[in-house]
T-cell receptor, first 111, second 116 residues
């Protein structure tokens, strides 16, 4: 069945450091892929998405490229800020639009 | 309101009690999803409505869980005879497109259920 695996956290970085959060998936076909973010005390928000192979999603300085060869959708940001501290979830869209999430990766950025 | 709202935000129940969790989706959104998020885990799909029709309930963990959306807007997730393993955050999401359209799902803040 469909599944998503992402790197375990917590990840602790200094401000302006480079961020990578790994995400790999198992799926039938080529589902749409997503990154959601959950800031402290807030609900899940869509950060970016990609709907087909080689697409690059980007938002707020974050990027992720849909790689069908490696079944991956790694999240990257060149220079993180304290305000990026949150929990990040990788997800794929299964049948009937249901989202299948990874377990989440907590990011803590220190000044 | 502008976003998805859920109530109550927090619910404490004694084991064996019935609970009802409410979701108010964004006005006009045809698709509504319920997810369950255990502590430290990602959300897991429970059920999906297209307007008032419940098209997928494959994620409901037991027959103690029941969801409805009678008029195609507000939805209620009901859990009967709650157990400790039901403790989780219950998330509601809505979308302006049919599920097959893959539209963005907008999430509510969730209801944190604690069963003692």
């Amino acid at each position: 069945g469909n599944s998503v695996t992402q790197m375990e956290g917590p990840v602790t970085l200094s401000e302006e450091a480079f961020l990578t959060i790994n995400c790999t998936y198992t799926a039938t076909g080529y589902p749409s892929l997503f990154w959601y973010v959950q800031y402290p005390g807030e609900g899940l928000q869509l950060l970016l998405k990609a709907t087909k192979a080689d697409d690059k999603g980007s938002n707020k300085g974050f990027e992720a490229t849909y790689r069908k060869e490696t079944t991956s959708f790694h999240l990257e940001k060149g220079s993180v800020q304290v305000s990026d501290s949150a929990v990040y979830f990788c997800a794929l869209m299964g049948v009937r639009g249901k989202l299948i999430f990874g377990q989440g990766t907590e990011l803590s950025v220190k000044p | 309101g502008a976003g998805v709202s859920q109530s109550p935000r927090y619910k404490v129940a004694k084991r064996g009690q019935d609970v009802a969790l409410r979701c108010d989706p964004i006005s006009g959104h045809v698709s509504l999803f319920w997810y369950q998020q255990a502590l430290g885990q990602g959300p897991e799909f429970l059920t999906y409505f297209q307007n008032e029709a419940q098209l997928d309930k494959s994620g409901l963990p037991s027959d103690r869980f029941f969801a409805e959306r009678p008029e195609g807007s507000v939805s209620t997730l009901k859990i009967q005879r709650t157990q400790q393993e039901d403790s989780a955050v219950y998330l509601c999401a809505s979308s302006s497109t049919f599920a097959s359209g893959g539209g963005e799902q907008f999430f509510g803040p969730g209801t944190r259920l604690t069963v003692l």
